[in-house]
């Protein structure tokens, strides 16, 4: 089992950068391959991002790709968001989340992930 807590996020303008994080407690952090979700007022839970155990294959929707990178610290049981050139749709609560070992890694769906974050809350203001 694993505990997640993301942190980093916060108001920001447009074109502006934010990097989230999110530590994980338990056993065998590198086991899990993670993800990053996020949900805007009355709107669905989407994919943003996933990385799997090593570090060594990233995936990101394609609303993202070209600004946002996903990165892991084994050694720290950290990941991380890099958003940059943010938009003011990218506002919504930012969740991290984890496959278990038993999951093939980068996986875009929810019910895909096992662990899941409190979430954290970016604004981006226009």
């Known amino acids: 089992q694993v505990q997640l807590v993301e942190s980093g996020g916060g108001l920001v303008q447009a074109g502006g950068s934010l990097r989230l994080s999110c530590a994980a407690s338990g056993r065998s952090f590198s086991t899990y391959a993670m993800g990053w979700f996020r949900q805007a007022p009355g709107k669905e839970r989407e994919f943003v991002a996933a990385?799997?155990?090593?570090?060594?294959?990233?995936y990101l929707a394609n609303s993202v790709k070209g600004r946002f990178t996903i990165s892991r610290d084994n050694a720290k049981s950290t990941v991380y968001l890099q958003m940059n050139s943010l938009k003011p749709e990218d506002t919504a609560d930012y969740y991290c989340?984890?496959?278990?070992?038993?999951?093939?890694?980068?996986?875009?769906?929810?019910?895909?992930?096992?662990?899941w974050g409190q979430g954290t809350q970016v604004t981006v203001s226009s």
């Open positions: 990385i799997n155990w090593s570090g060594s294959s990233t």
């Open positions: 989340a984890a496959q278990g070992p038993w999951r093939v890694p980068g996986g875009t769906k929810k019910d895909e992930y096992d662990y």
